[in-house]
């Protein structure tokens, strides 16, 4: 069953390049060393630049647990976290309802 998390936090003043370095860094990983990772997008909000929220979906507890543990996972932390206002905390999420073309690919189960 695919879990999905999203992990808003906000960047100090002054930071937000240095976190936007250290956000694509990490995604370039993500893309291309987890095929299991089915989602994963970093959004930064229009009217206070501050603010993001990194929403993931996965394709299963394992793929979640295998994302989390590797050392760029790590190394994103060590960069990210001194950035951030306060340590963001994740939230994990249960699919209620959702239409459109991702919708429905994220519905169906994940191949291999």
Request: aromatic share 10%; net charge negative; hydrophobic share 35%.
């Amino acid at each position: 069953m695919i879990e999905q998390v999203m992990i808003p936090f906000e960047i100090q003043e002054g930071k937000i390049e240095e976190a936007k370095t250290a956000i694509r860094e990490f995604i370039e990983n993500v893309r291309a060393k987890e095929p299991r990772t089915l989602f994963y997008t970093s959004l930064q909000h229009k009217d206070n630049p501050r603010s993001f929220v990194h929403f993931m979906v996965f394709a299963d507890n394992e793929s979640h647990q295998l994302h989390r543990s590797t050392p760029y996972v790590q190394d994103f932390v060590r960069k990210l976290y001194p950035l951030c206002v306060k340590e963001p905390e994740p939230v994990f999420l249960e699919q209620f309802d959702s239409c459109g073309v991702v919708a429905e690919t994220l519905a169906q189960p994940p191949s291999g």
